[in-house]
């Protein structure tokens, strides 16, 4: 039987494609690269008085608290006070410490939520804890821990600093409304990797005060959080 040029031609076509469909089965699948972000710790630097300070640690969340929001003092029995303040909302805060040997920062992201907009867990909660951490500028909060008016930052530093006022009722207070007025501090990134853990970065600059209202000025202030989806139960 005579095969002619175009039968062949036909039969190179046939294997050709058959190769070709036996190579694809045994492709390997393309690799993942690793995001090094994932091996990525908690870190906090900031000079003051012209020296440098860089803390670490591989996990800085330790505290979250419900306060009451719009505090006053109705009445002071011997050593204790009493307090009221607004009764359908809540005052919720997260507190991220970074130290090593010989220092400290307390980092607290601080918001007042209608209660009605919450969840119940260990306390109450956002539905979306990620409402903290939204990029851009936050306020200082100057009276965190005593009137709990105002929403945003506040930071305690080793040594009895920080960037708020006295949390006593007992005596005025301290600073003026003015007093973090050139001061800024800016959540500039959040991203969320494959794993689902989020990379939060902020650029910084404070005044410090202690209960002296002795100030000291923080500057060049850098933080980045790893924040796992585990630690949003609280």
């Not at 908690?42 to 608290?65: A, E, P, Q």
């Not at 109705?74 to 909302?89: E, H, R, T």
């Not at 903290?132 to 930052?153: E, H, S, W």
């Amino acid at each position: 039987m005579k095969i002619n040029i175009f039968s062949w031609m036909a039969m190179a076509v046939f294997f050709f494609s058959a190769c070709k469909k036996e190579n694809a089965l045994i492709e390997q699948p393309e690799t993942v690269k690793e995001d090094p972000l994932e091996y990525a710790k908690d870190s906090i630097s900031y000079s003051i008085d012209g020296i440098t300070y860089s803390l670490s640690k591989y996990y800085s969340f330790y505290r979250v608290s419900n306060m009451q929001p719009h505090s006053k003092v109705d009445s002071i029995v011997k050593n204790g006070y009493y307090i009221s303040g607004l009764k359908d909302s809540v005052l919720y805060s997260r507190t991220y410490g970074i130290y090593d040997d010989q220092n400290r920062v307390d980092v607290i992201f601080i918001k007042t939520y209608a209660k009605a907009s919450m969840v119940q867990a260990l306390i109450l909660r956002p539905k979306d804890v990620m409402d903290l951490f939204t990029v851009g500028m936050k306020n200082y909060a100057l009276d965190y821990g005593r009137d709990n008016i105002q929403n945003g930052i506040a930071l305690n530093i080793s040594g009895g600093f920080k960037t708020y006022g006295s949390e006593s009722f007992r005596i005025p207070p301290q600073l003026s409304p003015d007093a973090q007025k050139n001061s800024k501090f800016e959540i500039s990134s959040l991203k969320k990797l494959n794993s689902g853990t989020y990379i939060l970065e902020a650029k910084f600059n404070a005044m410090l005060f202690n209960e002296k209202n002795e100030s000291k000025k923080l500057e060049n202030g850098y933080l980045r959080l790893i924040m796992d989806e585990t630690q949003f139960i609280l």
